[in-house]
């Protein structure tokens, strides 16, 4: 099954990171990812991020190019996945 990754809201309160810059992407296409691996490192005006896959799967194709601007809800990446739903 396709799976669309998005970017979250970093944090929980009116300071939550809400989008950035994608450094560099840590995992590339065709890579078997299980929940929790590093996706990419998001760059803000006060900090950097690793981004975690969200669930397991096999990196289909990145939606985003390092150096891009981003904002959460925007999506970064298909993952192949064996949900059903």
Same mark, same amino acid.
């Given at each position: 099954?396709?799976?669309? +990754?998005? *970017?979250?809201s970093l944090g929980?309160?009116?300071d939550a990171v809400k989008g950035g810059r994608v450094s560099?992407? *840590?995992a590339e296409i065709g890579a078997v990812l299980q @929940? #929790?691996?590093?996706?990419? @490192?998001?760059?803000?005006?006060k900090a950097a991020f690793i981004v975690p896959?969200?669930?397991? #799967?096999? *990196?289909k194709e990145t939606c +985003?190019?390092? #150096?891009?601007s981003i904002a959460a809800g925007d999506v970064l990446?298909?993952?192949e996945t064996e949900d059903k739903g």
């Open positions: 099954m396709r799976f669309e +990754v998005t *970017l979250p929980d309160d009116e560099f992407w *840590l @929940e #929790g691996d590093d996706l990419l @490192e998001l760059t803000t005006d896959c969200p669930k397991d #799967g096999i *990196l +985003v190019a390092e #150096g891009d990446c298909i993952l």
